[in-house]
């Protein structure tokens, strides 16, 4: 009996095996390149899961490595740039999976806005600005007004996200988008003030539970880098129950029956405005704060929902755990990633700090102004989030993300950190 798993998020993977094999299950990894996944890899023993080495892009021959899988009864995609091949996947092999026309919608962020615009349960709408429409620049002053948010329908990790707050920046971000390449559409949307959540859903049959939320603290503006977050953030339970009443009413609202999602969220002044719907578990270490913070091993509900089952998590309470919270760890400069200072001094600190790599030595690090720029993770735990946030802030700022110059074509240092 077999699950194949096509990618992955960075962390988790782990965990994973451990669902599948409580569940009598064996899983297959399908990836481009298994050196990712080297430090889950390297921590699990010998044979615990299958892995082939193949071009994830290419639906014919992952279709043939599929159909060639003896006892295959499932399929895992939990990454945003394989999502709808995972979807395309499941309808050909007639594997269970939510209708992939939902998988769609939700990689549409413009459509997603207009679906809950349309349903009441936002106040803005979506305006495309194609760059090639010479109206498209007052069209968005008019409809969406200022402030707004200009960003990719496709987009991922806070990468092509503007945030335009006077008409010199809505021209800069459309010249600037002009020359990106980009996984959508340009579109805008109204900036919705306030502090920024993540909410950890499960759905079966349409019902959801909320498992909890996330507080995402970003960068200052006009930037939208995620920097620190922590789980689970302690609301009223009168507010978590409106919560999760909401958050059932906008994943029904987008035709979502099944499995993880993890809802964006902005609380404002007059209530909470989505900001995107990913049909997953959360990246990062969200997962892995799931498990702790609950007391169980989240992914067998990711492993049950591939089989089409109802997931156990759904009817239990789990026992609960410590509070986690975790920072990115970003060098001050681009360039070479050549190491990490301060990590002896961890051991000695509150709540068990500890590194998650993302980065190995030699990688290049270009970009700082979004989340393709860090080198690890800092995790820690405490008694509740807001104490783990302050342990793991403290910890971050032990350490020191290194980078050199990018060397220059003649063999010279280029400007670096």
């Given at each position: 009996m077999t699950v194949a798993c096509l990618e992955s998020l960075t962390f988790g993977l782990g965990r994973l095996v451990d669902a599948a094999g409580a569940l009598g299950e064996r899983l297959l990894l399908l990836t481009r390149d298994p050196s990712f996944y080297a430090y889950e890899l390297d921590r699990l023993p010998p044979g615990s899961l299958d892995v082939v080495a193949t071009d994830t892009f290419d639906v014919e021959r992952l279709t043939g490595h599929l159909q060639d899988t003896p006892g295959l009864r499932g399929l895992i995609s939990s990454t945003d740039t394989w999502t709808l091949t995972g979807a395309r996947l499941t309808a050909?092999?007639?594997?269970?999976?939510?209708?992939?026309?939902?998988?769609?919608?939700?990689?549409?962020?413009?459509?997603?806005?207009?679906?809950?615009?349309?349903?009441?349960?936002t106040r803005g709408r979506a305006v495309e600005v194609p760059a090639?429409?010479?109206?498209?620049?007052?069209?968005?002053?008019?409809?969406?007004?200022?402030?707004?948010?200009v960003k990719d329908t496709a987009g991922t990790g806070s990468q092509n996200v503007w945030l335009v707050r006077n008409e010199e920046e809505l021209d800069r971000a459309l010249g600037e988008s002009a020359g990106r390449s980009l996984k959508g559409r340009l579109f805008a949307e109204p900036y919705f003030s306030g502090p920024v959540y993540s909410a950890e859903t499960l759905t079966w049959d349409h019902r959801t539970r909320l498992l909890g939320v996330s507080s995402r603290l970003m960068s200052p503006e006009p930037r939208f880098r995620e920097e620190i977050t922590a789980f689970p953030v302690a609301f009223p339970e009168p507010r978590r129950a409106s919560l999760e009443r909401w958050l059932g009413a906008v994943?029904?609202?987008?035709?979502?029956?099944d499995r993880f999602a993890h809802v964006e969220f902005v609380l404002t002044a007059d209530g909470p405005e989505v900001v995107e719907i990913n049909p997953r578990i959360g990246g990062a270490l969200v997962g892995e704060g799931l498990c702790r913070a609950l007391g169980v091993n989240v992914?067998?509900?990711?492993?049950?929902?591939?089989?089409?089952?109802?997931p156990h998590l759904m009817d239990t309470e789990p026992p609960g755990g410590p509070a986690v919270a975790f920072v990115l760890g970003y060098p001050a400069e681009p360039g070479v990633f050549t190491g990490v200072a301060g990590l002896d001094r961890l051991p000695g600190m509150p709540g068990t700090p500890t590194w998650y790599p993302v980065r190995r030595v030699g990688d290049p690090v270009e970009h700082l102004d979004d989340s393709r720029g860090y080198a690890g993770i800092v995790y820690a735990e405490a008694e509740t989030a807001e104490l783990a946030t302050h342990r793991a802030v403290a910890a971050a700022g032990a350490l020191r993300v290194l980078t050199e110059p990018f060397p220059e074509p003649d063999g010279r240092r280029a400007h670096g950190g």
């Open positions: 050909r092999l007639g594997l269970p999976g939510l209708d992939p026309s939902v998988l769609r919608l939700t990689r549409d962020k413009a459509a997603v806005r207009d679906r809950l615009h349309g349903a009441g349960l090639t429409d010479p109206g498209a620049r007052e069209r968005l002053l008019k409809e969406v007004g200022l402030p707004a948010v994943l029904d609202a987008v035709g979502y029956t992914y067998e509900a990711m492993v049950e929902t591939a089989l089409g089952r109802r």
